[in-house]
């Protein structure tokens, strides 16, 4: 996946290890597919996590809380335009 490629160390500096078993990679993979799905709110994006085998897959069968995904959106607020703009470079390329 595209995301696997793309240098987020400035995330991993704010993400805090030990509060969420999940790695930034595997929530920025949840988050980005939940916004090309046309869903933005991090509630629907829970509930779908529960009900959509696309979502369950990203997270490895698991479930992830609102706490976690709503987290991790604050902390990606200020880089998603940055993330998306790498993405589209890595699929130029």
Same mark, same amino acid.
């Given at each position: 996946?595209?995301?696997n490629?793309?240098?987020i ?7 805090k290890?030990?509060?969420?078993a999940?790695?930034?990679r595997?929530? @920025?993979k ?7 799905s046309?869903i933005?709110s991090?509630?629907k994006i829970?509930?779908t996590l ?12 698991t479930?992830a809380d609102?706490k @976690? @995904?709503n987290?991790l959106?604050k902390?990606?607020?200020e880089s998603?335009?940055?993330?998306f ?5 890595l699929?130029?390329?």
């Open positions: 996946m595209f995301i490629q793309l240098n160390t400035d995330i991993l500096k704010k993400y290890r030990g509060c969420s999940y790695h930034p595997t929530m @920025i949840i988050l980005f597919y939940g916004y090309l046309n933005y991090c509630d829970t509930q529960n009900e959509n085998i696309c979502f369950m897959y990203l997270l490895d069968y479930t609102f @976690i @995904i987290n959106s902390i990606l607020k998603v335009k940055t993330l703009s790498k993405i589209i470079k699929f130029v390329e």
